[in-house]
């Protein structure tokens, strides 16, 4: 059983930062690629930044150059750094991440709880 636990979201004011973080644990043998999704009521989860495990990234356009994706491979841990937010960052964020739970065991994607963030003045 893998579990991705999401922190770090919280209301904040148009222009400033917050820092989440995912840890995921349980039965893992190996994590490929991990990354941060959100989503608004009446809509889909969009992709927001993933990472691969050999650190190549990407982004939405709506967040680049203000949003920052990184990952701790020995904490089984990926972070999203945001800065200058805006309301429409405003959404519940989640965590995904792509596990293998054995050797010899294909990779499966595993989804957090979702934290909420919310901008606004």
């Known amino acids: 059983q893998v579990q991705l636990v999401e922190s770090g979201g919280g209301l904040v004011q148009p222009g400033g930062s917050l820092r989440l973080s995912c840890a995921a644990s349980?039965?893992?043998?190996?994590?490929?690629?991990m990354g941060w999704y959100r989503q608004t009521p009446g809509k889909q989860r969009e992709l927001v930044a993933a990472?691969?495990?050999?650190?190549?990234?990407n982004y939405a356009d709506s967040v680049k150059g203000r949003f920052t994706i990184s990952r701790d491979n020995a904490k089984n841990t990926v972070y999203l750094q945001m800065n200058s937010l805006k309301p429409e960052d405003t959404a519940v964020y989640y965590c995904?991440?792509?596990?293998?739970?054995?050797?010899?065991?294909?990779?499966?994607?595993?989804w957090g709880q979702g934290t909420q963030v919310t901008v606004s003045s």
């Open positions: 990472i691969t495990s050999g650190d190549t990234t």
């Open positions: 349980g039965s893992i043998f190996s994590i490929n690629a």
């Open positions: 995904n991440s792509n596990i293998n739970t054995g050797k010899g065991i294909r990779y499966r994607n595993y």
